[in-house]
């Protein structure tokens, strides 16, 4: 049961946000240990009309995603266990498809999102996490292909359309 505002906020806003764009589960219980997921979206083929979307959105749902959402800096202990979720997780992707005699290919599996209002140098040093040049300002990648991980300074990203959608859970998001 959440008990945080925010928490019962940013999952809510994301849950109605991403369902038009495939499943959503809120709360996913990673197989294993009892841990929860907040978010694990899973996008759908489906024809039917969906809204139009670009930017970090648009990123964000064009592969199967878990999403943290932190209202102030993740500390080093929270990464981690967010790290151990998304593991744990791909442990069970790779077991089903084992067990469905299923070769897996890289956008099988997913990739996790840390979004934050924002992230400490400390974490983002420890975690040696870079800034693509492709990549906007306040988004950082995890040079580790297999963790499949972006830390997302929601305070950092630029003021624009594109980020718009994922501002929405910042702290003065629409202003700086």
């Known amino acids: 049961m959440t ?10 806003f994301l849950v109605d946000l991403l369902i038009p ?44 995603s878990v999403l943290e959402v ?5 500390s080093e202990d929270e990464v981690a266990t967010c790290l151990a979720k998304l593991l744990w997780l791909r442990e069970d992707i790779v077991r089903s498809a084992n067990r469905d005699d299923r070769k897996l290919v890289s956008n099988d599996y997913p990739r996790l999102w840390i979004l934050a209002n924002s992230l400490s140098a400390s974490v ?36 624009n359309p594109d980020t718009l959608w994922l501002r929405l859970l910042a702290r003065r998001c629409l202003t700086g």
């Open 3 to 12: 008990q945080n505002p925010f928490d019962a906020f940013s999952k809510e």
């Open 124 to 159: 983002r040093k420890k975690c040696a996490v870079i800034q693509e040049n492709r990549s906007p300002q306040g988004i950082y990648h995890f040079p580790n292909s297999i963790i499949r991980t972006v830390m997302v300074s929601l305070k950092e990203v630029p003021i």
């Open 70 to 74: 932190y209202s102030s800096s993740p």
């Open 21 to 64: 764009y495939g499943t959503v589960e809120r709360s996913f219980e990673v197989p294993g240990e009892s841990k929860f997921i907040d978010l694990l979206f899973l996008p759908t083929a489906s024809t039917v009309s969906k809204p139009k979307v670009s930017g970090l959105l648009k990123q964000v749902i064009s592969t199967p």
